[in-house]
């Protein structure tokens, strides 16, 4: 093996490139179960970013349900649903036959065999003016009931609601449940005499305050009846799901952690009672930004499989229903979702520190674990010299509190640095505001830390994780906890001896963006950074974003127009004279959540100061990007930008700029 080369961190030749990245992956999600078959969904960046659902006979090889039409053809199907803007559960499946939602017109289709798709939901009216979400399958009355989002009323906002679907499309959907602001997760009992549901109001996120209803069905099948169960304002409902044997589950974070509960009796009947099933200061749920989310299911009637996580780390279990006592299962997995099970298996998508994210299938008696399929065809056992394994870190942060991170050192092993040099960093702060980062491994954090740059994801106050108490830090302080964490954070490696404190940045994604975008502006600790659809005028965001977001910064800043005052002093747009450091902007043109004219505000202001910048616009990606080619361009782009303005950090090797 020869000598590592000297070269200064920041500078290394990485064989973690752009281009083996967007070559080798996929996204994985949304596992169902039909009878013996598994389905799960899949997004293919060299696909334009479409997503295919997949399924997989017990025992055989999977196959892609959706059409094998070439992507770049006219007609090419990919399954996502616009509901919320931020989508999931996007298809279901019953006896074999897929029903899904197609991006392009947000119609529900059948899908039989091999035969073509066909529409079994109206034509809108106007474009993706009817969406649908999370369906759930009523086979003994021939329907289904779904979410849908209904932007054709001529009102000034979608109208959210319950509807059911024939199967055959015989006839338009039928209103079942409306008069609330969102709602989401219809749930059939296993008799089909009931359906519940969530359902909740502005200003609250799913996150903050949602409510559990179920309600009998009338001889037409519509909804004769209804009762709350559970649920408030200050009380979020996630995941309800019917027992085999009838029993209504959710998860709820009354407790100050999302944690199972069960109602006792009859949820129609006063005597229905809510019972813990198994408390814990963990979490059993996480922030609903899409639909569909599974951290448990029924193995049987008398037993529940279930993942929680504390300390930034999943765990798998088993609940004996009658005792309610728990029992460990052994994984490899550290962050484990989209859970689904039957009387011998468990199927899921895990991930771990050397573990890509796969569909997972375990034999609950034996413990035995199969990968279905992988996200990333590479072995990591392959660029083991060049893979940083995440060092959890909890450090001193504002008003004698304490925040997280995970730290990635640089790991090359043809290179190394001279002695007294010390790393530049990268600190990432992630969406939602309410995300969180995993310790799972990410090609997006290895193609930095390979090249020798440390990295630190800040999982800031305001991050799921880690309890209702530190999510709620950051309410009514978004622009300043986030910041404060981030800032402290790069100030602890610094000061530990592990960074260069003279050659840090800071990026971000969304929200992110926009914690990267304070910290540069209203800080003076980082020399450059980068905004991925970040938001710079929070004004602009509360007056043109879409529904499900529309209320969201009444909790994280305050109630607009009455609290005007603290959108504009928390938002760069008005403070960029304060701005001395270069910065890069990566945008979508279609971006619905965060449009481009806030990225272009803020550049606008770059160009007229004089400073650097980078602004690059993706025509056909909206919030989020998903082509392969989209996101080999911005990773190289940030690189050649640090290389750049990040002093002391000249490559050593080319990258397109």
């Not at 849908?148 to 209103?175: F, M, Y």
Request: with cysteine; net charge negative.
């Amino acid at each position: 093996m020869a000598e590592p080369r000297t070269a200064s961190y920041g500078s290394w030749a990485s064989p973690i490139t752009s281009d083996l990245i967007v070559a080798s992956s996929i996204g994985l999600g949304d596992v169902l179960l039909d009878g013996r078959d598994i389905y799960w969904l899949e997004a293919r960046p060299q696909e334009q970013g479409r997503s295919v659902v997949v399924g997989c006979p017990r025992g055989g090889q999977s196959t892609d349900v959706a059409p094998p039409v070439p992507p770049n053809a006219q007609g090419a199907f990919n399954v996502r649903t616009r509901v919320h803007e931020y989508g999931g559960g996007a298809y279901l499946v019953s006896e074999g036959v897929v029903y899904f939602c197609n991006d392009a017109d947000q119609r529900l289709y059948r899908q039989e065999g091999k035969h073509a798709p066909i529409p079994i939901t109206e034509a809108p009216r106007q474009p993706k003016g009817l969406r649908y979400a999370d369906g759930v399958m009523d086979a003994a009355r021939r329907r289904m009931i779904w979410v849908c989002e209904d932007h054709q009323t001529g009102s000034a906002q979608p109208i959210n609601k319950l509807v059911d679907i024939p199967l055959d499309g015989s006839r338009p959907h039928r209103t079942l449940v409306s008069g609330n602001d969102f709602y989401a997760a219809p749930r059939l009992s296993p008799d089909t005499t009931r359906l519940a549901w969530l359902e909740w109001r502005h200003p609250n996120m799913p996150w903050d305050g949602t409510e559990l209803w179920v309600g009998r069905f009338a001889a037409d099948g519509g909804i004769a009846d209804k009762r709350k169960v559970a649920g408030g304002d200050i009380e979020s409902i996630c995941q309800p799901e019917w027992s085999p044997d009838g029993v209504l589950y959710f998860v709820s974070d009354r407790s100050g952690w999302w944690n199972l509960y069960r109602i006792a009796g009859d949820p129609l009947s006063s005597d229905g009672e809510n019972e813990a099933v198994y408390p814990l200061s963990a979490e059993f749920g996480s922030a609903q930004w899409g639909f569909r989310p599974s951290r448990y299911a029924f193995a049987s009637p008398q037993h529940l499989v279930c993942s929680f996580s504390r300390d930034g780390s999943a765990s798998l279990a088993a609940i004996d229903l009658d005792t309610l006592a728990i029992t460990l299962i052994a994984s490899e997995f550290s962050e484990i979702g989209s859970l689904r099970a039957e009387a011998e298996h468990v199927y899921f998508v895990g991930a771990s520190s050397t573990h890509f994210p796969a569909i997972v299938k375990l034999a609950l008696g034996s413990g035995e674990a199969v990968v279905l399929k992988q996200s990333n065809r590479q072995d990591t056992q392959v660029y083991h010299g060049y893979l940083s394994t995440a060092q959890p870190i909890e450090f001193p942060t504002e008003n004698g509190q304490a925040a997280f991170g995970l730290f990635y050192p640089p790991v090359n092993n043809d290179f190394v640095a001279s002695a007294h040099e010390l790393p530049p960093l990268i600190v990432r702060s992630h969406g939602g505001p309410t995300s969180a980062f995993s310790s799972a491994i990410d090609w997006s954090v290895q193609y930095w830390t390979s090249r020798g740059f440390a990295v630190l994801n800040v999982n800031y106050g305001g991050s799921t994780g880690y309890g209702r108490a530190y999510r709620e830090r950051l309410r009514g302080k978004w622009g300043i906890v986030d910041v404060d964490d981030c800032v402290n954070g790069a100030k602890y490696l610094a000061a530990s001896g592990k960074v260069d404190g003279k050659r840090m940045a800071i990026r971000g994604g969304s929200a992110g963006g926009y914690t990267t975008l304070c910290a540069l502006t209203f800080r003076d600790v980082f020399a450059t950074g980068a905004s991925y659809y970040g938001i710079s005028d929070l004004e602009a965001l509360a007056k043109d974003t879409h529904k499900f977001e529309s209320r969201y910064l009444d909790g994280l800043i305050g109630p607009y127009p009455a609290r005007r005052n603290l959108y504009v002093a928390r938002s760069p747009i008005h403070f960029a004279d304060r701005l001395s450091v270069p910065i890069a902007f990566f945008q979508g043109a279609e971006d619905a959540i965060v449009p481009p004219n806030q990225a272009e505000a803020m550049v606008a202001v770059l160009k007229a100061k004089g400073l650097p910048f980078q602004y690059l616009l993706f025509d056909g990606e909206q919030h989020g990007f998903r082509r392969a080619q989209t996101i080999r361009r911005t990773l190289d782009a940030e690189l050649y930008f640090y290389s750049t303005f990040l002093s002391g950090t000249k490559l050593a090797f080319a990258v397109e700029p």
